[in-house]
């Protein structure tokens, strides 16, 4: 059973350009999770999405970024006309369904490391 | 959410053990703890989690007072692949998905020969 995969692992842009990050979750993981991590810091959560749904975009900054789950293929981050703050490594994660009480845990990918020129 | 204290770094030797104390004076009834390791270029994974007593499974263990004001991730007889960034994190995660994880600072870990 193949891990979250994330693609591109390495992307560069020039500041205005977009940016388009790809997760797709693991096998039988409906709930999808995106992180943006800055040099020297922890993960900060950006959204929450199920298929088709955004759950909890509390994390997302408020311009620029969109996310979705489409029903089929892979979740998207896009970031539109980057600017250099944007530089970060976005991680996606996936867990399975809820099926019950217990710790839903959250796998993660290998981060997509994003420079802006 | 609970806020977490960690050491910011550690040091340690092959064949010791190492163990990273998390405080959370906050944390909440509900609340469960968990930690994460994290290598570089690397997404975190998933390493144990408690809500009290101690907690063991293959790679850690994981004490946590009755108070659960802190807790201590230990790490038996570490090898230099233990070298890692170690994330404590408390919140209500259960079942349910939704469960945004609140990662600090975290404590790297260095071992060496």
């Known amino acids: 059973n193949a891990g979250v995969m994330q693609n591109p692992r390495h992307l560069v842009r020039r500041r205005g350009q977009e940016a388009r990050l790809r997760c797709s979750p693991m096998?039988?993981?409906?709930?999808v999770y995106w992180y943006r991590q800055l040099p020297e810091e922890g993960l900060k959560f950006m959204v929450y999405l199920q298929k088709e749904n955004i759950i909890d975009e509390s994390g997302m900054p408020k311009e620029r970024f969109s996310a979705e789950f489409p029903k089929e293929g892979p979740s998207i981050l896009r970031i539109q006309q980057v600017v250099r703050g944007d530089s970060a490594a976005y991680f996606c994660?996936?867990?399975?369904?809820?099926?019950?009480?217990?710790?839903?845990?959250?796998?993660f990918g290998p981060g997509t490391r994003l420079t802006v020129l | 959410l609970a806020k977490t204290t960690q050491p910011i770094s550690m040091d340690s030797y092959e064949g010791q053990e190492v163990n990273i104390t998390c405080s959370h004076n906050n944390i909440a009834t509900n609340d469960y703890i968990t930690w994460y390791q994290q290598f570089p270029s690397q997404g975190p994974r998933f390493i144990i989690q408690?809500?009290?007593t101690k907690v063991t499974n293959e790679v850690a263990s994981l004490f946590i007072p009755a108070d659960r004001k802190s807790s201590t991730l230990s790490l038996p007889r570490v090898s230099l692949s233990d070298t890692a960034v170690y994330y404590c994190?408390?919140?209500?995660?259960?079942?349910?998905?939704?469960?945004?994880?609140?990662f600090g600072t975290g404590t790297q870990l260095k071992v060496e020969l």
């Open positions: 994660a996936s867990s399975p369904t809820a099926t019950g009480g217990g710790y839903n845990e959250q796998f």
């Open positions: 408690g809500y009290k």
């Open positions: 096998k039988g993981h409906s709930h």
């Open positions: 994190l408390v919140g209500d995660i259960l079942t349910g998905g939704g469960n945004k994880l609140t």
